[in-house]
């Protein structure tokens, strides 16, 4: 594996072992189902799912929500990926990518957020399907609930202070950026006090992109952690509890 590649990526959800061995079954009744119903409509984007024996069904769930989990981390994985490339070479990546970099990276930035977000509804509808099959409680469910919570406020406090219906996003990095956009487009340049030196916008821009990837990768990676613990201890409760049918 690409180690340089690896440093920026969010890693996937782990699948517990017990798990892979419940999967083996719920395989089996899907195939049996499904071929029993040729004629099953497709186009309804479901598949024709049996009647699972109850520890089975919460298996299913478990893998359910792992996958969407897993679809949302590819997801961000993509984002980070432009980004790392936004961040070492702006100009490059314009001419590779048409477009302006700077709107380039605000876009990527509120794509992150977006999918982000997504983990919230994914989790919500994970807990709501542990509920109904009576596989947690309602204070289980309220304790899980305020620990994601916990998990989850450091990336709306950065999304709030960042890009929450500012035109001007948050911090010196974008102001810096703003201002000398602004010089940019009457034909001005700015220069640093201090220094003397020219505000190269491209060295902003690539500065501003170096520190979202940490911060997005921090976040990614914290509830990564958090839900892989989740489905770790859900499977094993099950297990212990249900165990394995006999199929």
């Known amino acids: 594996m690409n180690k340089e590649i690896d440093a920026y990526t969010i890693p996937l959800l782990k699948q517990p072992d017990k798990l892979g061995k419940a999967?083996?079954?719920i395989a089996?009744?899907?195939?049996?189902?499904?071929?029993?119903k040729p004629d099953w409509d497709y186009k309804t984007g479901n598949l024709p799912t049996p009647n699972f024996p109850r520890p089975l069904n919460i298996y299913f769930?478990?893998?359910?929500?792992?996958?969407?989990?897993?679809?949302?981390?590819?997801?961000?994985?993509?984002?980070?990926s432009d980004l790392k490339m936004l961040q070492e070479d702006p100009v490059f990546f314009q001419k590779q990518v048409s477009g302006d970099p700077v709107l380039r990276y605000k876009l990527l930035a509120r794509t992150?957020?977006?999918?982000?977000?997504?983990?919230?509804?994914?989790?919500?509808?994970?807990l709501a399907r542990l509920r109904k099959i009576n596989c947690i409680n309602s204070k289980h469910a309220k304790e899980i609930k305020s620990l994601f919570y916990f998990v989850f406020e450091p990336a709306l406090n950065i999304r709030n202070t960042m890009i929450h219906n500012r035109f001007l996003w948050a911090g010196e990095g974008h102001q810096r950026l703003c201002v000398t956009l602004s010089a940019e487009s009457v034909g001005g340049t700015v220069i640093d006090k201090k220094t003397g030196a020219i505000y190269d916008k491209t060295k902003i821009l690539s500065d501003i992109a170096d520190d979202t990837i940490q911060m997005f990768l921090d976040e990614g990676v914290s509830v990564k952690s958090y839900f892989e613990d989740i489905v770790e201890s859900i499977t094993e409760m099950v297990h212990k509890s249900e165990g394995l049918?006999?199929?």
């Open 23 to 25: 999967l083996i079954p």
């Open 28 to 36: 089996k009744l899907m195939t049996e189902e499904m071929a029993s």
């Open 61 to 80: 769930d478990i893998w359910a929500f792992l996958m969407d989990s897993n679809e949302i981390i590819a997801n961000l994985n993509l984002v980070l």
């Open 112 to 126: 992150y957020f977006y999918e982000f977000f997504r983990f919230k509804e994914c989790f919500t509808f994970f």
């Open 245 to 247: 049918p006999e199929v």
